[in-house]
C-alpha cells in the first residue's frame, strides 16, 4: 500500500495483533488472510514482535504493520523487520518527523482536536483515533470529525465485533482496529479465519 489512505480503505478492520511466540506469526496471519483482512498491526507489546513482523511478511497478501511505535529507534527497527505502515498511539513531532522521512506510511493516535491540529500542520489528516472508547466513543469521534472535514479516522480500542458496524457507519472512519479477531491465548488458526471472515463483511460508510 503505498498511501495510509490506501491501507485504510483496503480492509474495515485491521487486526491488532499481540503476538507473545512467533513460532504463531505464519498461522495466525495466514488465517487472518484467508478470511479477507490483508492488513495487520503487529505491535511492538512483546520480544517477539520484530520476529514476528518477519514471519508474518513471508505470508502471500498479507501486508504487515508495527503498532505501538514510540519513538525514531522503534520506526528504524520496525522497518528494518519489514513493516510496511507504521501505527503510534500518539503524535510527537519527532516520531512524525522521523516517518514522513522515510516515506513509510504512518498512522498517528490521536484523541483531541489539538492532537489533530498538530498532524494537519505536519500535512497529516489520516489518524487512529485512540483510545477509541475511553476516549468518549462515537459520540466523542463525531464530535471531533465535525470541524475536520478532511480528516478520517481509524477507531481503535475497546471496539468489539458487536460494535465495529456502528463505527463503521460514520463517514468519517476508513476502517476500525480491532483485537477480537486474534483472541487472547494459544492460536486457533480455525476460530482466526472465522473471525476474519465476519469482520470482512462489514461494510464502511464510505
Not at 510496511?84 to 513509510?104: N, Q, R
Not at 462515537?138 to 470541524?147: E, N, T, V
Request: glycine share 10%; hydrophobic share 50%; net charge neutral.
Amino acid at each position: 500500500m503505498s498511501t495510509i489512505d490506501a491501507l485504510m480503505r483496503s480492509v474495515p478492520v485491521i487486526p491488532v495483533l499481540v503476538v507473545e511466540n512467533a513460532a504463531d506469526a505464519v498461522p495466525i496471519a495466514e488465517a487472518l488472510v484467508g478470511g479477507g483482512l490483508t492488513a495487520l498491526e503487529v505491535t511492538l507489546r512483546t520480544p517477539a514482535a520484530l520476529d514476528v513482523i518477519r514471519a508474518m511478511s513471508s505470508v502471500e497478501g498479507a501486508v504487515v504493520g508495527a503498532g505501538t511505535v514510540l519513538n525514531a529507534r522503534d520506526l528504524d527497527a520496525a522497518i528494518g523487520a519489514g513493516a510496511k505502515f507504521i501505527v503510534s498511539p500518539g503524535l510527537t513531532a519527532p516520531l512524525t518527523e522521523a516517518a514522513l522521512a522515510s516515506g513509510v506510511p504512518y498512522l498517528p493516535g490521536v484523541a483531541t482536536s489539538a492532537d489533530i491540529m498538530r498532524g494537519l500542520d505536519h500535512g497529516l489528516d489520516r489518524f487512529k483515533f485512540f483510545p477509541a472508547e475511553a476516549a468518549g466513543g462515537l459520540k466523542a469521534l463525531k464530535a471531533l470529525a465535525a470541524p475536520f472535514g478532511q480528516v478520517r479516522f481509524c477507531p481503535t480500542g475497546g471496539i468489539t465485533e458487536a460494535s465495529a458496524g456502528d463505527w463503521l457507519a460514520h463517514p468519517a472512519v476508513l476502517c476500525v482496529g480491532g483485537s477480537w479477531v486474534v483472541p487472547a491465548g494459544k492460536p486457533d488458526p480455525t476460530a482466526i479465519r472465522r473471525f476474519a471472515e465476519a469482520a470482512a463483511t462489514l461494510r464502511p460508510a464510505r
